[in-house]
T-cell receptor, first 114, second 115 residues
Framework: KAGVTQTPRYLIKTRGQQVTLSCSPISGHRSVSWYQQTPGQGLQFLFE???????NKGNFPGRFSGRQFSNSRSEMNVSTLELGDSALYLCASSLVSSGANVLTFGAGSRLTVL | KQEVTQIPAALSVPEGENLVLNCSFT??????LQWFRQDPGKGLTSLLL?????REQTSGRLNASLDKSSGRSTLYIAASQPGDSATYLC??????????????FGEGTQLTVNP
């Protein structure tokens, strides 16, 4: 079966712009969680969605937002981009809660902010 | 606040060696612990998941142990191969009052297995 698909894989933006990243989970998975990975901070939790509801949010500013659709696909948006937002953004899906089951990660979306 | 530490940060071994990667966490009220592998520029691949009630899990040449009371886990890799070269990450799950959960990751151990 298809894995977790993230698009786009690579993108370059300039400061002040906004970006939307997409994540399609494994078929049947209802939980989608997002992580930011940077060399300095490692992997940090952004948010978790389940059945179109945000269950949990990490310690990120309001510029970071997300949503989940009825088909479990999820998007995250970052507005007013800053240089420090350059990172690999990873999405993971699981059957139910992200903590109870094995997570399957996508390949990530690498964002560069100039 | 949960904190996860992995030691060593980097490890280089010759092919065939057995090795141990260490992970420690500060809050023992975890739901489970997972070990992941990450290849350069790629996403994470789940290797093993240990529930809080379990002591260890095995998959092929990999064995992970969990001592929840002391806040420690180890990943044992037997007969290492060059293809095992990657960054290994440990993550613990804590449940939150909202019904959601949060994974906290360590910084990872970068493993190089030399032919």
């Amino acid at each position: 079966k298809a894995g977790v698909t993230q698009t786009p894989r690579y993108l370059i933006k300039t400061r002040g712009q906004q970006v939307t990243l997409s994540c399609s989970p494994i078929s049947g998975h209802r939980s989608v969680s997002w992580y930011q990975q940077t060399p300095g901070q490692g992997l940090q939790f952004l948010f978790e969605y389940f059945s179109e509801t945000q269950r949990n949010k990490g310690n990120f500013p309001g510029r970071f937002s997300g949503r989940q659709f009825s088909n479990s696909r999820s998007e995250m948006n970052v507005s007013t981009l800053e240089l420090g937002d350059s990172a690999l953004y990873l999405c993971a899906s699981s059957l139910v809660s992200s903590g109870a089951n094995v997570l399957t990660f996508g390949a990530g979306s690498r964002l560069t902010v100039l | 606040k949960q904190e996860v530490t992995q030691i060593p940060a980097a490890l280089s071994v010759p092919e065939g060696e057995n090795l141990v990667l260490n992970c420690s966490f500060t809050d023992s009220a975890i739901y489970n612990l997972q070990w992941f592998r990450q290849d350069p520029g790629k996403g994470l691949t789940s290797l093993l998941l240990i529930q809080s009630s379990q002591r260890e899990q095995t998959s092929g040449r990999l064995n992970a142990s969990l001592d929840k009371s002391s806040g420690r886990s180890t990943l044992y890799i037997a007969a290492s191969q060059p293809g095992d070269s990657a960054t290994y990450l440990c993550a613990v799950t804590n449940y939150l009052g909202s019904g959601g959960s949060r994974l906290t990751f360590g910084e990872g151990t970068q493993l190089t297995v030399n032919p």
